[in-house]
């Protein structure tokens, strides 16, 4: 067995006080490609960070051949060799390869011009010995994602990399371009290059990864050989979680239905979603992050309108082309992204949670700030939001009081349908209890509620049914007490043609 | 609601000068004048005053228009070509027929402006080209438009009629009509901004388009509008010009679209959006309009003078910047 290459040792990671990582060790050898593997927020990608230089650790040590060393910016960890490959791929587009590939570090002649001769004669020999077929004259922009990956992976390979650190490379690759993409990494891996490999689909890591380790809530579980693994253990690692009875989600009685979606598709992000929410019900969307359930409320709200599909809202037809048309029906969207999509951070309380209502508080035009006043301080006082007073800005609130004045904003339009996209990320445990006792009562009073969560034990917790995405697809649907967090992990982690279960 | 207590923050200036901008401005303003006063007692008299009032209400009505396109985050670049153009028209009108009825040329150079908006309008909102190159589009064209609409000729004094003359600077009530119109127009626009649904969304789109469009407001429609009531308010702006210097030219207003960003600039609106008030761009073109009228009088170079205004807008920007980057710290902790 070689020595190891890199070495972190016990590293920790807080922001702003909270622990992201806690004491993560992880090994890395030459010549082995070494996956890494844990739900949403298990903290994969703040341990790439750490190695790569973005984040310096809080505590806990990297070593680098044997010998210590600190990363305190981007460019050290690449100058000792460390390469990055995100899912957001960053190269120039009006850049042509060659150009991309040498970018920053591009030859030159002692006048100091460009030197162009040595620029494509060297690309030209890197990407062959790569076994690469890419034109060096294309311009990044017109390359496809695969290929992108190529030029990427080609830039890393001219700085001498000896540790690839790949993210989900595969999430948007075809099935061709991956094998392509493998018979690459085992090209590399046969060079004695070491290769972490980020990825959620296990099927991959079986064909691809030597090892395992697996991360849980930012703490480290187990590193195994991958061959000595079985599919449902990998699982339990991932989840292992016993769900206490945080979230008290109360019997009501389902009534009719409130929303029903057939065939949603909006190409090229989801297709065929199909389901039904009933008065009273909380509806489950379980799945990984880009799994397209965002997509899918945004689309049921009129933000950006499916291509096909029928939506039908209290038993009638609606054909929703704008969020005012699906606000007029009775539902409601509360976002994922508060400062983003949520909130408007310079104005203050009141302005915020009037803004869909302005119309309501107003009479030809003209606003009732009375009505306003009153009704915004009504919704705020209901939602216990914690402000020095209603006209504070939004943006001085803490995380946990703005997700409560967007709850209060939309609550204030008297939805009889209400998505809520992942309504606790990110805020404290106390705000997170006092909003699933929130969408208790609400769905106590029939509202029909649909909740996307990446977090299964909120899913579990919460929900009377459970719907599972995966690449843009349901693939599965549970009752209850069907689920286990194994069988959602499995249907949201597994491919497609491996088993469509409706 | 509870009463906590939000974290001690600390309030240093910066702090203070975001809370109060117009305060800020203000101070600056009456520092400004007793420092002149001492060098050039003439400055603190009636007519002074009164002069500056005539010369900024122009000023104040565009660059009130100018406020709301920036809330939104866009520029108007072409507020002085439809000037220049409305100006020509309604000279042209007056020329030809001087029995025209003196008051109903104010709601046809608004209707004239509000059409040129409304091109600026269609172009950005519908037609997705950014504010700043649309406008620079149209800022020549509607230019281009005045030269092939007067033939090159100007229009003058003695082609105007005299009670035309007298509408910008007639004193019915004490103060010149000019003014009055423009305390009226800036009262309007408070309104329209602090108290009506459409003023309410105006800030909503100009800060987070985002979170506007999900909370069901339509943004295209804003968008639009904000364009158009620029271009009203250059057209009014363009009657009481030839009314005031009882001239077209082909030159009219000429460049005047930078003073009008400036006056908002410096009167605390933020080119980055959502931000800006109608006192704060009163006391911009204010301030604007004293260092205009007091440096002839310190017996300073004009050279001076745009220097000058060039950096109170260095200033203003720089000072904005800082508590946005402020803002933005605090938001992500």
Same mark, same amino acid.
């Given at each position: 067995?070689?020595?190891?290459?890199?070495?972190?040792?016990?590293? =920790?990671?807080?922001?702003?006080?909270?622990?992201?990582?806690?004491?993560?060790?992880?090994?890395?050898?030459?010549?082995?490609?070494?996956?890494?593997?844990?739900?949403? &927020?298990?903290?994969?990608?703040?341990?790439?960070?750490?190695?790569?230089?973005?984040?310096?650790?809080?505590?806990?040590?990297?070593?680098?051949?044997?010998?210590?060393?600190?990363?305190?910016?981007?460019?050290?960890?690449?100058?000792?060799?460390?390469?990055?490959?995100?899912?957001?791929?960053?190269?120039?587009?009006?850049?042509?390869?060659?150009?991309?590939?040498?970018?920053?570090?591009?030859?030159?002649?002692?006048?100091?011009?460009?030197?162009?001769? =040595?620029?494509?004669?060297?690309?030209?020999?890197?990407?062959?010995?790569? &076994?690469?077929?890419?034109?060096?004259?294309?311009?990044?922009?017109?390359?496809?994602?695969?290929?992108?990956?190529?030029?990427?992976?080609?830039?890393?390979?001219? @700085?001498?990399?000896? @540790?690839?650190?790949?993210?989900?490379?595969?999430?948007?690759?075809?099935?061709?371009?991956?094998?392509?993409?493998?018979?690459?990494?085992?090209?590399? !891996?046969?060079?004695?290059?070491?290769?972490?490999?980020?990825?959620?689909?296990?099927?991959?890591?079986?064909?691809?990864?030597?090892?395992?380790?697996?991360?849980?809530?930012?703490?480290?579980?187990?590193?195994?050989?991958?061959?000595?693994?079985?599919?449902? #253990?990998?699982?339990?690692?991932?989840?292992?979680?016993?769900?206490?009875? /945080?979230?008290?989600?109360?019997?009501?009685?389902?009534?009719?239905?409130?929303?029903?979606?057939?065939?949603?598709?909006?190409?090229?992000?989801?297709?065929?979603?199909?389901?039904?929410?009933?008065?009273?019900?909380?509806?489950?969307?379980?799945?990984?992050?880009?799994?397209?359930?965002?997509?899918?409320?945004?689309?049921?709200?009129?933000?950006?309108?499916?291509?096909?599909?029928?939506?039908?809202? #209290?038993?009638?037809?609606?054909?929703?082309?704008?969020?005012?048309?699906?606000?007029? /029906?009775?539902?409601?969207? %509360?976002?994922?992204?508060?400062?983003?999509?949520?909130?408007?951070?310079?104005?203050?309380? %009141?302005?915020?949670?009037?803004?869909?209502?302005?119309?309501?508080?107003?009479?030809?035009?003209?606003?009732?700030?009375?009505?306003?006043?009153?009704?915004?301080?009504?919704?705020?006082?209901?939602?216990?939001?914690?402000?020095?007073?209603?006209?504070?800005?939004?943006?001085?609130?803490?995380?946990?009081?703005?997700?409560?004045?967007?709850?209060?904003?939309?609550?204030?339009?008297?939805?009889? @349908?209400?998505?809520?996209?992942?309504?606790?990320?990110?805020?404290?445990?106390?705000?997170?209890?006092?909003?699933?006792?929130?969408?208790?009562?609400?769905?106590?009073?029939?509202?029909?509620?649909?909740?996307?969560?990446?977090?299964?034990?909120?899913?579990?917790?919460?929900?009377?049914?459970?719907?599972?995405?995966?690449?843009? !697809? %349901?693939?599965?649907?549970?009752?209850?007490?069907?689920?286990?967090?194994?069988?959602?992990?499995?249907?949201?982690?597994?491919?497609?043609?491996?088993?469509?279960?409706? | 609601?509870?009463?906590?207590?939000?974290?001690?923050?600390?309030?240093?200036?910066?702090?203070?000068?975001?809370?109060?901008?117009?305060? &800020?401005?203000?101070?600056?303003?009456?520092?400004?004048?007793?420092?002149?006063?001492?060098?050039?007692?003439?400055?603190?008299?009636?007519?002074?005053?009164?002069?500056?009032?005539?010369?900024?209400?122009?000023?104040?009505?565009?660059? /009130?228009?100018?406020?709301?396109?920036?809330?939104?985050?866009?520029?108007?670049?072409?507020?002085?070509?439809?000037?220049?153009?409305?100006?020509?028209?309604?000279?042209?009108?007056?020329?030809?027929?001087?029995?025209?009825?003196?008051?109903?040329?104010?709601?046809?150079?608004?209707?004239?402006?509000?059409?040129?908006?409304?091109?600026?309008?269609?172009?950005?909102?519908?037609?997705?080209?950014?504010?700043?190159?649309?406008?620079?589009? =149209?800022?020549? @064209?509607?230019?281009?438009? %005045?030269?092939?609409?007067?033939?090159?000729?100007?229009?003058?004094?003695?082609?105007?009629?005299?009670?035309?003359?007298?509408?910008?600077?007639?004193?019915?009530?004490?103060?010149?009509?000019?003014?009055?119109?423009?305390?009226?127009?800036?009262?309007?626009?408070?309104?329209?901004?602090?108290?009506?649904?459409?003023?309410?969304?105006?800030?909503?789109?100009?800060?987070?388009?985002?979170?506007?469009?999900?909370?069901?407001?339509?943004?295209? !429609?804003?968008?639009?509008?904000?364009?158009?009531?620029?271009?009203?308010?250059?057209?009014?702006?363009?009657?009481?010009?030839?009314?005031?210097?009882?001239?077209?030219?082909?030159?009219?207003?000429?460049?005047?679209?930078?003073?009008?960003?400036?006056?908002?600039?410096?009167?605390?609106?933020?080119?980055?959006?959502?931000?800006?008030?109608?006192?704060?761009?009163?006391?911009?073109?204010? /301030?604007?309009?004293?260092?205009?009228?007091?440096?002839?009088?310190?017996?300073?170079?004009?050279?001076?003078?745009?220097?000058?205004?060039?950096?109170?807008?260095? =200033?203003?920007?720089?000072?904005?910047?800082?508590?946005?980057?402020?803002?933005?710290?605090?938001?992500?902790?």
């Amino acid at each position: 067995m070689s020595e190891p290459i890199l070495e972190l040792k016990e590293i =920790t990671k807080r922001f702003s006080g909270v622990e992201v990582l806690h004491q993560v060790s992880f090994s890395l050898r030459p010549g082995e490609v070494h996956a890494l593997l844990g739900e949403n &927020g298990a903290g994969k990608s703040t341990l790439v960070k750490v190695m790569t230089g973005v984040h310096q650790p809080d505590g806990g040590e990297i070593h680098l051949n044997g010998q210590r060393v600190e990363f305190n910016a981007p460019h050290a960890s690449l100058q000792a060799g460390i390469a990055a490959i995100y899912q957001e791929l960053s190269l120039f587009p009006d850049l042509n390869v060659a150009e991309n590939i040498f970018v920053g570090r591009q030859p030159t002649t002692t006048g100091g011009r460009l030197d162009w001769r =040595t620029l494509y004669r060297e690309a030209e020999q890197l990407l062959s010995s790569l &076994g690469m077929h890419l034109d060096l004259k294309q311009k990044a922009r017109n390359l496809s994602i695969a290929q992108q990956q190529m030029v990427e992976i080609a830039r890393a390979l001219s @700085i001498n990399a000896r @540790i690839l650190i790949m993210d989900e490379p595969t999430s948007s690759l075809t099935l061709t371009e991956v094998a392509e993409l493998f018979r690459l990494v085992r090209r590399l !891996r046969e060079d004695g290059a070491a290769i972490v490999f980020i990825s959620h689909r296990l099927e991959e890591l079986y064909e691809i990864a030597d090892r395992v380790t697996v991360l849980r809530d930012g703490t480290y579980v187990e590193t195994r050989e991958m061959a000595q693994i079985s599919r449902d #253990e990998l699982i339990r690692l991932m989840v292992g979680r016993t769900i206490s009875n /945080l979230f008290p989600k109360q019997e009501t009685t389902i009534g009719d239905v409130a929303l029903k979606v057939e065939n949603l598709t909006l190409d090229g992000v989801f297709e065929n979603v199909s389901f039904e929410l009933r008065q009273g019900e909380i509806l489950g969307m379980a799945g990984l992050v880009g799994a397209g359930r965002t997509d899918v409320a945004r689309a049921i709200f009129g933000v950006e309108p499916p291509t096909s599909g029928r939506i039908e809202v #209290e038993g009638k037809a609606a054909s929703i082309t704008s969020p005012q048309q699906a606000i007029d /029906l009775g539902l409601a969207l %509360v976002p994922e992204d508060r400062q983003l999509h949520g909130l408007i951070p310079p104005m203050n309380l %009141v302005a915020n949670i009037s803004l869909p209502m302005l119309a309501s508080y107003s009479r030809r035009g003209w606003l009732r700030a009375k009505q306003e006043r009153d009704a915004a301080f009504q919704a705020a006082q209901q939602m216990e939001v914690r402000a020095n007073n209603i006209w504070q800005r939004a943006r001085e609130l803490s995380g946990g009081n703005q997700q409560k004045v967007v709850l209060a904003k939309w609550l204030s339009t008297k939805p009889r @349908i209400l998505i809520l996209d992942e309504p606790t990320r990110g805020i404290d445990v106390g705000t997170k209890a006092a909003i699933h006792a929130l969408m208790s009562e609400l769905a106590g009073q029939g509202l029909a509620i649909l909740m996307i969560s990446s977090e299964l034990p909120e899913v579990m917790g919460m929900s009377d049914r459970i719907l599972v995405m995966r690449e843009g !697809r %349901v693939t599965a649907q549970f009752t209850r007490g069907e689920a286990t967090q194994e069988k959602i992990m499995s249907a949201a982690t597994q491919t497609i043609a491996a088993g469509e279960t409706r | 609601m509870s009463a906590q207590h939000p974290p001690a923050r600390r309030n240093n200036l910066l702090t203070l000068v975001a809370r109060y901008r117009e305060a &800020g401005i203000a101070i600056f303003i009456l520092i400004l004048a007793v420092l002149v006063t001492l060098r050039a007692p003439a400055f603190l008299t009636l007519n002074n005053f009164r002069d500056i009032l005539l010369n900024i209400s122009i000023l104040s009505i565009v660059a /009130l228009a100018q406020t709301m396109v920036i809330i939104t985050k866009g520029i108007d670049l072409s507020v002085g070509s439809i000037i220049g153009l409305v100006a020509m028209m309604v000279a042209f009108v007056f020329k030809a027929s001087p029995e025209f009825p003196v008051v109903l040329s104010l709601p046809l150079g608004m209707l004239l402006g509000a059409t040129l908006g409304a091109f600026n309008g269609l172009i950005i909102s519908y037609g997705r080209v950014p504010p700043i190159i649309a406008t620079l589009g =149209t800022l020549s @064209i509607y230019r281009g438009l %005045v030269f092939f609409y007067s033939q090159g000729t100007w229009i003058n004094s003695f082609e105007l009629p005299a009670a035309f003359k007298q509408l910008s600077k007639g004193t019915p009530l004490g103060l010149p009509n000019m003014v009055i119109i423009a305390i009226l127009f800036a009262l309007a626009v408070y309104y329209f901004l602090n108290h009506t649904r459409t003023g309410r969304n105006i800030y909503a789109v100009g800060s987070n388009a985002e979170a506007a469009q999900m909370a069901g407001i339509p943004r295209q !429609r804003i968008i639009f509008l904000v364009y158009v009531l620029t271009g009203l308010a250059a057209g009014l702006a363009a009657v009481l010009w030839v009314s005031r210097f009882e001239s077209a030219q082909t030159n009219t207003a000429l460049g005047f679209e930078l003073q009008t960003v400036a006056a908002s600039v410096v009167g605390g609106v933020s080119i980055s959006g959502g931000v800006g008030t109608v006192p704060g761009v009163l006391l911009g073109a204010l /301030l604007l309009g004293m260092i205009d009228n007091s440096l002839p009088l310190l017996r300073i170079s004009p050279f001076w003078q745009l220097a000058l205004q060039g950096l109170l807008i260095l =200033t203003a920007v720089v000072v904005d910047n800082l508590i946005l980057r402020r803002s933005q710290r605090r938001g992500r902790r």
